[in-house]
């Protein structure tokens, strides 16, 4: 069984086959849809800021040391 992949948009009950597969697609096929999400996005501006959270500890003068953080003791 051979596998054809394409995107397509439905139009009321009909799934137009791309012009390349057109010939190479048999009377007798079957069908997978897979749905892509109907759910839009939100929209930058509505998503929160990282300045809109309060900062639980103040890491202002702490210094990292990443030899001294994965030293095996």
């Not at 012009?19 to 009377?27: N, T």
Request: aromatic fraction near 6%.
């Amino acid at each position: 069984m051979a596998v054809i992949q394409f995107e397509s948009v439905v139009e009321g009950d009909i799934i137009r086959i791309p012009e390349q597969f057109i010939g190479k697609v048999s009377p007798r096929s079957r069908v997978v849809v897979t749905l892509v999400d109907l759910v839009k996005p939100k929209a930058q501006k509505e998503l929160p800021h990282i300045n809109e959270f309060p900062a639980i500890l103040d890491t202002r003068g702490w210094k990292f040391n990443r030899e001294d953080a994965n030293e095996r003791n």
